[in-house]
């Protein structure tokens, strides 16, 4: 059997699925490689995931190509999913909403299906944020807190899929779990995060500007920690035997 991992070429699921490749594992692997940032950056982490050979299946696939996505699917065994792919980014929502809705809605909703059809499948991991949180600044941030306010289209996208994973697990006793990720960083990372622009700014001298006087807090939270809370979540079903079989949790730094 093997892991089923969307958004493979992208920064976490790229460091999720070597991982998991190093450990042994067969990975089954799908991305779009969409023009928001370098197709080459991806391409250059799919070339390494390719030097495993045979336990790595890949396929360009749109999520939102229902067609694509279960033509490429028919056939191939995995018993876990690890759904990583999805529109990125808060200020570009404001540009193309319609990629938000397309990727992050009918693309999570199509997933949600190949679960549902997936037989023997034993957890569906999916990627949420703690944009969901909105703009508040009491802390700490909890998953029982109530996200019912997003700032931004994206956040919204993310909540909204939190709710229908809810459902799905109501209505099909499917085992998911959603990760509401803090600001994620670290090596083959999106050159679109601010740590990129800060580096390129001190190399050429330049200031780097400072929003409400400096006075502001970002949770970081550094790849190996992602990737390990994913891999112990992933082998292990939502929390419990409650019913709807769906867990949220907090991928995060404790302060």
Same mark, same amino acid.
């Given at each position: 059997?093997?892991? $089923?991992?969307?958004?493979?070429?992208?920064?976490?699921?790229?460091?999720?699925?070597?991982?998991?490749?190093?450990?042994?594992?067969?990975?089954?692997?799908?991305?779009?490689?969409?023009?928001?940032?370098?197709?080459?950056?991806?391409?250059?982490?799919?070339?390494?995931?390719?030097?495993?050979?045979?336990?790595?299946?890949?396929?360009?696939?749109?999520?939102?190509?229902? &067609?694509?996505?279960?033509?490429?699917?028919?056939?191939?065994?995995?018993?876990?999913?690890?759904?990583?792919? =999805?529109? =990125?980014?808060?200020?570009? *929502?404001?540009?193309?909403?319609? &990629?938000?809705?397309?990727?992050?809605?009918?693309?999570?909703?199509?997933?949600?299906?190949? &679960?549902?059809?997936?037989?023997?499948?034993?957890?569906?991991?999916?990627?949420? *944020? *703690?944009?969901?949180?909105?703009?508040?600044?009491?802390?700490?941030?909890?998953?029982?807190?109530?996200?019912?306010? +997003?700032?931004?289209?994206?956040?919204?996208?993310?909540?909204?899929?939190?709710?229908?994973?809810?459902?799905?697990?109501? $209505?099909?006793?499917?085992? $998911?779990?959603?990760?509401?990720?803090?600001?994620?960083?670290?090596?083959?990372?999106?050159?679109?995060?601010?740590?990129? *622009?800060?580096?390129?700014?001190?190399?050429?001298?330049?200031?780097?500007?400072?929003?409400?006087?400096?006075?502001?807090?970002?949770?970081?939270?550094?790849?190996?920690?992602?990737?390990?809370?994913?891999?112990?979540? =992933?082998?292990?079903?939502?929390?419990?035997?409650?019913? +709807?079989?769906?867990?949220?949790?907090?991928?995060?730094?404790?302060?």
């Amino acid at each position: 059997m093997a892991y $089923l991992i969307t958004g493979v070429a992208g920064f976490i699921g790229f460091h999720v699925a070597n991982a998991l490749l190093q450990s042994g594992e067969n990975v089954i692997g799908v991305d779009e490689i969409n023009d928001y940032y370098s197709s080459d950056l991806k391409q250059s982490r799919l070339d390494i995931l390719k030097n495993f050979g045979g336990r790595f299946d890949f396929g360009q696939i749109d999520i939102a190509d229902e &067609a694509a996505l279960h033509g490429f699917l028919d056939g191939k065994n995995f018993n876990k999913i690890i759904h990583l792919a =999805a529109q =990125a980014g808060v200020r570009y *929502s404001l540009e193309n909403p319609g &990629a938000y809705v397309r990727s992050n809605l009918v693309g999570h909703v199509n997933m949600l299906e190949v &679960a549902r059809n997936c037989e023997g499948l034993e957890h569906m991991l999916y990627a949420s *944020s *703690s944009s969901v949180y909105g703009g508040r600044t009491d802390l700490p941030l909890r998953e029982s807190d109530r996200v019912d306010q +997003p700032v931004s289209l994206y956040a919204a996208t993310k909540k909204s899929d939190e709710l229908m994973s809810h459902t799905y697990a109501h $209505l099909y006793d499917i085992p $998911l779990t959603g990760l509401r990720f803090f600001t994620v960083y670290g090596p083959w990372g999106r050159p679109d995060m601010a740590y990129f *622009s800060f580096t390129r700014k001190i190399l050429n001298g330049e200031q780097i500007p400072v929003f409400n006087h400096g006075d502001m807090l970002r949770d970081f939270t550094y790849i190996d920690d992602i990737v390990d809370g994913i891999l112990i979540i =992933a082998k292990h079903g939502p929390k419990g035997n409650r019913k +709807p079989s769906h867990t949220v949790y907090n991928i995060a730094n404790c302060y």
